[in-house]
């Protein structure tokens, strides 16, 4: 499965910003 980096960068920045607001 190829994802953009860009594309991983963002949706791991957000599954981040969920896991720091938990």
Known sequence: MLV???LFDA???I???M???E
């Open 4 to 6: 953009p980096n860009q």
């Open 11 to 13: 949706t791991n920045g």
């Open 15 to 17: 599954l981040f910003r």
């Open 19 to 21: 896991h720091r607001a």
